[in-house]
């Protein structure tokens, strides 16, 4: 089976705590073990080491930021190959902030196989976010990031299974699973 699990990357500079609960809902849902990585570590260095057997990979931290001898997390993804999944963090009034599209089109421009974006909490507006042309995958909800041990309960949501079976149908399109 052909199977390139991606990396679970932030629109902006994502904290753990913003992150983790959907990249865990995430992982639960295709059954695989969460491997956490800062983008403070070397991209090549993390690529090198990455195990051979799947997992998730979720990267804290703003991957657009430059490193001072150059380049950055994003344009190594896209030299690597490596596919991503954006999440993206609603504002306070439950827009969905410009830096997705922004990051999106960076990474595009990076050749960085971007599978789709996931909205991690706020209200989830279907119609909104098909007008805005970015590829989303549908939204991990507050009540799931509420969920106090952070495991995966099919009765609190079904949006982590909607969200991870829109993220298997991308997959199989982009060629990265069958």
């Known amino acids: 089976m052909?199977?390139?699990?991606?990396?679970?990357?932030?629109a902006g500079n994502l904290t753990e705590g913003e992150m983790l609960p959907g990249s865990l809902?995430?992982?639960?849902f295709f059954d695989l073990p969460l491997i956490k990585f800062s983008c403070v570590q070397s991209p090549n260095s993390v690529f090198k080491s990455l195990p051979k057997n799947d997992a998730l990979f979720h990267l804290t931290g703003d991957?657009?930021?430059s490193f001072p001898d150059g380049g950055n997390w994003?344009?190594?993804l896209g030299a690597w190959?490596?596919?991503?999944?954006?999440m993206v963090l609603p504002t306070s009034s439950g827009e969905i902030p410009g830096l997705a599209a922004a990051y999106f089109s960076?990474?595009?421009?990076?050749?960085?196989?971007?599978?789709?974006?996931?909205?991690?909490?706020?209200?989830?507006?279907?119609?909104?976010?098909?007008?805005?042309g970015l590829p989303w995958c549908g939204c991990i909800s507050d009540?799931?990031?509420r969920l106090n041990n952070h495991d995966f309960d099919p009765n609190a949501s079904t949006d982590p299974f909607i969200v991870g079976e829109n993220i298997k149908r991308r997959m199989i399109l982009m060629g990265l699973k069958d």
Do not use: Y
Request: glycine letters at 8%; proline letters at 5%; aromatic letters at 8%.
């Open 25 to 28: 809902a995430l992982a639960s």
């Open 143 to 145: 009540e799931f990031k």
């Open 106 to 132: 960076l990474a595009k421009s990076l050749f960085v196989p971007v599978i789709g974006m996931v909205q991690l909490g706020g209200v989830w507006d279907a119609n909104q976010r098909s007008l805005d």
């Open 2 to 10: 052909i199977c390139h699990m991606p990396f679970l990357v932030g």
């Open 74 to 76: 994003l344009e190594s």
């Open 81 to 86: 190959r490596k596919p991503i999944i954006l």
């Open 63 to 65: 991957s657009a930021v």
